[in-house]
């Protein structure tokens, strides 16, 4: 089986130079710190919801080879990439999905039973809260951020400002009562807001790094053209040289 967009643009990136490499990731950190609390900057591998990996259960491949249950055919693509062991970003660029939809789609699934494995809580709880299924608060109860007490606490909370005829969001009032802190609250709705976000990736479009004996090709071929636009241009010079003296000659 051939290698997907995602590990194709993957590895021509590590296969980069150390100084390229070392620049794209200053950038990258520099850039991911404006946005991102530190629990999605050191986040391990497995438990990143972007590249899970999910694992169809005996019901899900049944599913997938018997279509028994009609479902959407975009969640039957979503099972067939499941089935050759393929994260959920590559699942997304492959078929050209948001990360909005193969959230939704990863919920159904996980939801009706058609994955194997146990899907770690901070995945589960990322997943929810970008396909809408979970709001702030039941995301962060969800992620181990707060328990439902603490949560119970704000509820009552924004209850009474509201009954003294005020208005405020839950999640700031969250942040003003300690339980989680503004970048935590501004990560998880900036990971929403990109999730919407579709991403097309051409691999074509990557830019390449020359070996020395492509660079050597491409002098070559610099220099052999060179020499046949010279040639060219003293063609060009005698045919002018020649209608010139002939036209003399006529004037004659």
């Excluded at 901070?122 to 603490?150: C, D, H, N, P």
């Excluded at 003293?234 to 036209?247: G, M, N, P, R, S």
Aim: proline share 2%; charged share 30%.
């Amino acid at each position: 089986m051939s290698k997907g967009l995602f590990i194709e643009y993957m590895d021509k990136m590590v296969s980069y130079p150390l100084w390229i490499k070392q620049t794209i990731f200053l950038n990258l950190s520099n850039d991911l710190t404006k946005y991102l609390s530190n629990e999605f900057l050191d986040v391990q591998e497995g438990d990143l919801f972007h590249v899970y990996k999910p694992a169809l259960s005996e019901l899900g491949q049944n599913e997938l080879l018997t279509k028994e249950s009609k479902y959407d055919e975009s969640i039957y693509s979503f099972l067939n990439c499941c089935s050759k062991g393929m994260s959920l970003i590559e699942i997304a660029i492959e078929n050209n999905f948001t990360m909005e939809e193969v959230a939704k789609a990863f919920m159904f699934c996980k939801t009706s039973k058609l994955f194997s494995n146990e899907v770690p809580n901070l995945v589960s709880a990322i997943a929810g809260f970008i396909a809408g299924k979970y709001r702030t608060g039941e995301y962060f109860i969800r992620a181990g951020k707060m328990t439902i007490e603490q949560l119970d606490e704000v509820l009552n909370k924004q209850q009474e400002i509201k009954d003294s005829g005020k208005h405020v969001f839950i999640a700031e009032l969250m942040v003003q009562m300690g339980f989680v802190t503004e970048v935590d609250v501004k990560s998880i709705i900036f990971m929403k807001e990109e999730a919407g976000k579709r991403f097309s990736l051409n691999p074509e479009e990557m830019p390449n790094i020359a070996t020395e004996e492509e660079k050597y090709d491409i002098r070559v071929e610099n220099t052999r053209l060179k020499e046949e636009n010279e040639i060219l241009r003293q063609k060009i010079d005698a045919v002018l040289t020649y209608i010139k003296e002939h036209k003399t000659e006529g004037a004659e």
